[in-house]
C-alpha cells in the first residue's frame, strides 16, 4: 500500500477535491450486468412504481462505488482504503432522458487516528438531498 | 411476525470459491466509470506493491452479498425477501481482493431486531482466500420493511 499522501501533510478539516459524477439509465444497465443485481426496480419504470418508487433508482452499492472514488482518487492507491461503511438513506432517482442524475460528492479529514490512519466522511448528494449517511472511509496514509 | 432471535450466531457453510479474473475486474470498473490505473494495469498495479490488478473497494459485495443468500433464503429462518432492502452496508479490508484470488465467505447472522414495525437482519460475511488468510469482512444490514413502512432502498 502506498499512498501519495502522507499522514503529516493532512490535518483535520482538510477537504477532499469534490466530484460529480453522472448516472443514466444505460449506467445502471452496465452496473447491473457487471454487480450481478438484476433487480428491477433499478431499470424496469412499470415495476419501480408499482413497488411504490418515484421511477427506477440506481443501486445503493453503485452511489456507494462512486462516493469512495473521492478517496481512492487522493489517494492514489486504492487499497488506502481500510474500512468504508455508509447508510442508504435516500434513493438516487433516474429518470428516463439523456441527463438522468448525478451524485455530489464531497469529503474531509475528520479525525487522525493512530497508525498513520485518519478518517474520512463522505457527504453524497442527488437532486439535493444526501443520499448516503454515516459515510465514512478510514484511510491508511503513507 | 417477529424472526425468531435463536438465529443470532447462526453461521452458514462457506460458499464454494469464487475466483476473482481481471476482465471481471476490468468490467466493474468500467461500469462504475472508475479508471484507476490499479483496477486495469497489472504493472500500474505492481508499482503499488500489488502481486495483480485490485478490485475496487465495494467488487467484493457481490460476491458477499451472493454468500448472505443462504441466510435470505433460509426457510427456517422466513424472511420476506420481497419486502427487503438494504439499509447499512460495511466493509473492513485485510488487504484489497486481487485477480487471481480464490474467495470463500461464512455468513453469520450478527442481530435480529424490530424497530418500528421492521425486521432488521445483521450479517456479516468473513471473505478468505485459498490459503485461509482474511481479506475482508462485509457488514449487510437488511431491512424488511413492515406493511405500514415507506423507508429505505434497494
Given amino acids: 500500500m502506498t499512498a501519495k499522501i502522507g499522514y503529516d501533510e493532512v490535518e483535520v478539516g482538510v477537504e477532499l477535491p ?12 452496465q452496473y447491473a450486468g457487471a454487480s450481478g443485481d438484476f433487480n428491477p426496480i433499478h431499470w424496469n419504470e412499470k415495476f419501480a412504481k408499482e413497488v411504490g418508487l418515484p421511477d427506477v ?46 451524485i455530489e460528492v464531497s469529503g474531509k479529514v475528520a479525525a487522525k487516528l493512530d497508525d498513520n490512519k485518519v478518517r474520512v466522511d463522505l457527504t453524497v ?11 465514512r472511509a478510514v484511510v491508511q496514509l503513507g | 411476525m417477529a424472526l425468531d432471535q435463536s438465529f443470532v450466531g447462526r453461521s452458514y457453510p462457506p460458499t464454494d ?6 476482465e471481471k475486474i476490468r468490467e466493474f470498473a468500467e461500469a462504475v466509470g472508475d479508471t484507476n490505473p490499479a483496477y486495469l494495469d497489472p504493472e500500474a498495479a505492481k508499482a503499488l506493491g500489488h502481486s495483480d490488478v485490485i478490485a475496487p473497494p465495494t467488487f467484493v ?6 454468500a448472505a443468500g443462504q441466510v435470505i433464503a ?29 474467495l470463500t465467505v461464512t455468513s453469520t447472522i450478527e442481530a435480529i431486531k424490530s424497530m418500528a414495525g421492521n425486521e432488521i437482519v ?13 481479506v475482508v469482512t462485509a457488514w449487510t444490514k437488511l431491512v424488511a420493511r413492515g406493511a405500514d413502512s415507506e423507508e429505505g432502498e434497494a
Fill in chain 2, 17 to 22: 470459491p469464487y475466483e476473482v479474473g481481471r
Fill in chain 1, 125 to 135: 448528494k442527488s437532486a439535493g438531498q444526501k443520499v448516503l449517511g454515516m459515510s
Fill in chain 2, 61 to 66: 459485495f457481490a460476491i458477499s452479498f451472493k
Fill in chain 2, 122 to 134: 445483521d450479517i456479516r460475511g468473513e471473505v478468505h482466500d485459498e490459503a485461509g488468510e482474511h
Fill in chain 1, 57 to 102: 433508482i440506481a443501486h445503493g452499492m453503485f452511489t456507494m462505488a462512486e462516493a469512495i472514488r473521492v478517496v481512492t482518487d487522493w489517494t492514489g492507491d486504492p487499497a488506502a482504503v481500510v474500512e468504508y461503511g455508509v447508510r442508504f438513506t435516500k434513493p438516487v432517482v433516474v429518470p428516463n432522458d439523456d441527463q438522468g442524475a448525478t
Fill in chain 2, 74 to 102: 433460509d426457510p427456517q429462518l422466513g424472511l420476506d425477501y420481497s419486502r427487503v432492502v438494504h439499509g447499512d452496508q460495511k466493509f473492513a479490508y485485510t488487504r484489497p481482493v486481487r485477480a487471481g484470488d480464490r
Fill in chain 1, 18 to 29: 469534490a466530484q460529480t459524477f453522472p448516472v443514466t439509465r444505460a449506467t445502471l444497465v
